[in-house]
């Protein structure tokens, strides 16, 4: 079985694919366009037109931190060209929230991995109402399926398009407020994909509801999403909707 390190480091190279294979994707190839960074547990590739995340990848395994968020803020990140990040870590307009793509406490299995999560890279706006609801819940999905051993791979980005890609975080932050977001989770043989509107829909009971494919995905976001991933089917048990039992620590 592969390993975690090895699995992400497959992850890397694919990403890389993808941003400069104009064969294998719609990504513009222009350098200036986006930007790849590495951070303890995760990847992310920024947006630099949009000074946001474009999308973010990760392999976790079996849950073993437990870290305390209390004294532990947003930042900048400096190693990250100024012009592909947001310009502010401070709140977003009412209604928004500084949504993580990747959950903190799914990426707490070392300290660094879980500080590197609140850069401001890996935060978006998300109306509130999905950064505490359905977005949320498939966060708690993700822990549940962890414990189980086997390691997950983990995608998830932005849709750009549509109403939502305004000016109110521009003025405050130099990023749009995206009109959706998406996520992949596999384990194994089984996966899941869901495009969850950046609404107040998308509260924590409705995920089921905003379930999709990754063709659908691919289709809205204009590229291919690295991995080896089924594009049109989900194959995944309805117990993974079950997360009365599932604890988050």
């Not at 000074?51 to 305390?68: H, I, S, W, Y």
């Not at 708690?140 to 791979?153: A, F």
């Not at 109110?168 to 749009?176: N, Q």
Request: charged share 25%; aromatic share 10%; glycine share 6%.
């Amino acid at each position: 079985m592969m390993n975690l390190k090895r699995k992400a480091s497959v992850l890397i190279a694919l990403t890389v694919l993808v941003v400069s294979s104009a064969e294998s994707s719609t990504i513009p190839t222009n350098s200036d366009h986006y930007f790849i960074k590495e951070y303890d547990g995760f990847q992310i590739v920024m947006n630099c037109e949009k000074r946001g995340l474009e999308m973010m990848m990760a392999v976790v395994g079996k849950d073993t931190g437990n870290r305390q968020r209390k004294g532990i803020d947003f930042k900048l990140d400096p190693t990250v060209p100024a012009n592909c990040q947001q310009t502010s870590t401070n709140y977003y307009p009412k209604g928004y929230h500084r949504g993580h793509i990747l959950g903190a406490n799914t990426n707490e299995n070392s300290m660094k991995g879980y500080l590197d999560t609140f850069y401001m890279t890996n935060i978006m706006p998300q109306r509130k109402e999905l950064n505490t609801g359905a977005w949320d819940e498939s966060d708690v999905i993700i822990e549940c399926l962890r414990e189980q051993g086997q390691p997950l791979e983990l995608y998830a980005g932005v849709i750009w398009e549509g109403p939502h890609a305004r000016k109110a975080t521009r003025d405050t932050h130099g990023t749009p407020i995206p009109d959706a977001y998406w996520k992949v989770i596999k384990q194994g043989s089984k996966q899941i994909a869901w495009i969850m509107p950046n609404s107040a829909n998308a509260t924590r009971f409705t995920l089921r509801d905003w379930e999709s494919t990754v063709e659908e995905i691919q289709n809205r976001i204009g590229y291919d999403i690295p991995g080896d991933l089924d594009s049109f089917k989900n194959y995944r048990p309805d117990s993974w909707y079950n997360t009365k039992n599932c604890h988050r620590s």
